[in-house]
């Protein structure tokens, strides 16, 4: 796909981008080649599915150098700290929104072995081999509302890796059998390796600073931050907002006095009864629930805690939420749509140019990569297609067939002033010269045409060998 300036689309959004950083900051506004560069990148994004230099110069013929693309991604006075908020505040005005949910979670994104300068990449399970590979972890909150659903903060994560160290190392000493007094005390984290809670505790002020005019209905999380100091803490933040996890089947509740584990209460002493809700404010399935507010030994206090089983499974998932003056359906109801953010994770590696291609070195690389990527999410959630179905109560349209529409438009663009040129034959000749400058076909170590393939045949002299 060639291109010679950036999408219509994208050029408006960057202009509006530039407004709103100029708000946030006065001397944050961009120059005229910063305002090009942007731009040009989004829409090689939206072209390549990728953050690649090279391909870039290939798309552009050549007109702009991969070192140049590369120099303004490094060392332009760009206030990319801002950028991103620049870019909700984008969207919040133009769709009107005043309130939300907050959807929480973390995604991987596996990277070659050879990783010394990529930022944070420590060993992930690789769930489709079931082996580890070496990736990157990313925290983010998505913020679910009425209209829309799009990204408002991230931040990479990575292990403590002394923790990691004895972490394997106390598991080697245990399976020796060796006494807890004579193996080594666990060592103290360091503050430079905050664990998941904690970044999702300082996104979400950070959120709540940079937008204090949104109220935040309700904060979901899956049962990694289903702990007490996230739940409690995660509430305080929006003046008490409700905060929905869920709790493991063998955690312990207290009734009448004893304590029980969850899966005991709910299949022996609360069981459950048939319901209907409405997933996602869509389809109505069928459901086997109960609840109750029990006192959560591992939290310290009353929770509202909800046993939940969709038809067809054999077991039930729990659920658990601060504020107990919420009904039970409104709870389960609210909680299926933390499966947005999983729908947003896919978009993101499929179509975004998320981690693709060009693997940008040290934690100033993949920070401004990554936001690039999230720039692109919010601009075409800006597109004035897109726009007009949301504003006309229509739903929206994925952003795989978006992407494709726009890739299109970009091409015929490309057509059209071409074929408007004075003198469109001399343009197709000097872009056919550019073409065979640019597009170098490369030798294939796959064929063997050039090469000895040797001497493949038995050999007379040997036959005594194969029969003897």
């Given amino acids: 796909m060639?291109?010679?300036?950036?999408?219509?689309?994208?050029k408006n959004f960057i202009n509006d981008l530039d407004t709103a950083l100029?708000?946030?900051?006065?001397?944050?506004k961009l120059s005229r080649t910063q305002k090009v560069w942007l731009g040009f990148c989004l829409t090689g994004m939206l072209l390549m599915n990728s953050v690649c230099w090279a391909k870039f110069?290939?798309?552009?013929?050549?007109?702009?150098?991969?070192?140049?693309?590369?120099?303004?991604f490094r060392d332009a006075k760009i206030c990319w700290n801002i950028m991103l908020q620049a870019s909700v505040i984008?969207?919040?005005?133009r769709y009107g929104i005043t309130e939300g949910v907050i959807a929480i979670d973390e995604s991987d994104r596996a990277r070659s072995k050879?990783?010394?300068?990529?930022?944070?990449?420590?060993?992930?399970?690789?769930?489709?081999?079931?082996?580890?590979?070496?990736?990157?972890?990313?925290?983010?909150?998505?913020l679910v509302t009425e209209s829309v659903s799009f990204p408002v903060g991230f931040a990479f994560y990575m292990p403590d890796p002394e923790l990691t160290k004895w972490s394997k190392e106390d598991k080697r000493l245990i399976k020796t059998r060796i006494a807890k007094k004579d193996r080594p005390e666990k060592p103290q984290r360091n503050p430079l390796y905050p664990t998941k809670i904690q970044i999702a505790l300082h996104?979400?002020?950070?959120?709540?600073?940079?937008?204090?005019?949104?109220?935040i209905t309700a904060i979901l999380a899956d049962a990694l931050y289903g702990e007490a100091y996230f739940m409690t803490e995660a509430a305080q933040v929006f003046d008490k907002s409700q905060v929905i996890s869920q709790l493991r089947e063998n955690q312990n509740i207290e009734y009448k006095g004893r304590k029980r584990n969850l899966k005991h209460y709910f299949n022996k002493i609360n069981a459950g009864v048939p319901a209907i809700i409405q997933v996602r404010g869509g389809e109505s399935v069928k459901v086997t629930l109960s609840s109750a507010r029990l006192k959560v030994s591992a939290h310290g206090e009353k929770r509202f805690v909800i046993a939940l089983k969709y038809e067809g499974e054999s077991e039930y998932r729990y659920i658990v939420a601060t504020d107990m003056t919420w009904r039970t359906i409104d709870i389960i109801q609210a909680y299926t749509l933390r499966w947005l953010v999983e729908v947003f994770f896919e978009d993101w590696k499929l179509y975004e140019g998320w981690g693709r291609e060009a693997k940008q070195l040290d934690e100033k690389g993949s920070s401004r990569g990554l936001v690039l990527s999230l720039l692109l999410d919010h601009c075409l959630l800006l597109h004035p297609e897109q726009i007009a179905r949301i504003e006309n109560k229509l739903p929206a349209c994925t952003v795989g067939s978006l992407q494709r529409k726009s890739q299109i438009d970009v091409l015929l663009?490309?057509?059209?002033?071409?074929l408007d040129h004075p003198t469109p034959a001399k343009k197709i000749k000097e872009l056919a010269e550019l073409i065979d400058d640019t597009f170098q076909l490369m030798p294939s170590g796959k064929h063997m045409i050039g090469k000895n393939l040797g001497r493949l045949e038995s050999t007379p002299s040997?036959?005594?060998?194969?029969f003897g």
Avoid: C
């Avoid at 984008?90 to 005005?93: T, V």
């Fill in 114 to 142: 050879r990783t010394k300068r990529i930022h944070h990449v420590h060993k992930q399970k690789h769930k489709a081999s079931g082996g580890y590979v070496n990736g990157q972890t990313v925290v983010l909150l998505l």
């Fill in 413 to 418: 663009e490309f057509i059209k002033k071409l």
């Fill in 57 to 72: 110069e290939r798309a552009s013929l050549g007109r702009y150098k991969i070192s140049a693309l590369s120099w303004m």
């Fill in 90 to 93: 984008l969207i919040l005005k």
């Fill in 203 to 215: 996104l979400l002020r950070e959120f709540k600073k940079q937008h204090e005019d949104i109220r």
């Fill in 462 to 466: 040997l036959n005594h060998r194969a």
């Fill in 2 to 10: 060639l291109m010679e300036e950036p999408a219509a689309f994208i």
């Fill in 22 to 28: 100029g708000d946030l900051k006065p001397n944050a």
